[in-house]
């Protein structure tokens, strides 16, 4: 008798698989007060293909994602360069030859390395935002803000800038419309 035969089953009729034992009704929800899940959710995900990125969130919010212990080898340029979990190319090859840095096809790319800001750089523009916004006048301020929300370009505006800040027509009628409005 060989192993193949030994192995099958003795099952007699219908040997489809049935439906799943126990039906997910709620999602799972990690400890998300843990340390190793807030140093998992701040590692930033750069360099992939929209699939690879869906992959890689999923394995976050999951908490199957495991990070590296250890630098790990490239593929392209056999140089321990990699320091990123489930990449298999550095990020130099990767821009190099224009492929995702885990399945190496040659998809688009959603963020690469230069795109994300650190959160040391996000810190350093609120605090630069908030000594700016404390030079300015309250109109001033009102005026920067209803443009930040409208998704005006604001980089043209410098803290040197703060006297001949210009103001639209149309905010002056909005400024107005309320003042006027208060009166009544």
Known sequence: MSTYESKATNRK???????????????????????????INALPVYGLCQRCTDVILWRKK????????????????EQKNIKEAYHVLCNNCATEKKVCGKCL????IITDKEEIKSAADELKDEQELDRML???????????????????DVQD??????DNF????????YDSDQDNNKGE
Request: proline share 2%; glycine share 6%; hydrophobic share 20%.
């Open 134 to 152: 404390g030079k300015m006048t309250l109109r001033q301020r009102r005026s920067y803000m209803r443009k930040l929300e409208r998704g005006d």
């Open 157 to 162: 505006i410098n803290e040197d800038d703060l």
């Open 62 to 77: 999951y908490r199957k994602y495991k990070p590296l212990t250890s630098v790990k080898k490239c593929v392209g340029c």
């Open 13 to 39: 009729g219908n040997n489809s698989k049935k439906g799943q034992a126990h039906q997910n009704t709620t999602a799972w929800k990690p400890n998300k007060n843990s340390k190793k899940t807030r140093e």
């Open 166 to 173: 210009v103001f639209s027509d149309d905010e002056d009628d």
């Open 105 to 108: 096809e040659s998809k688009e």
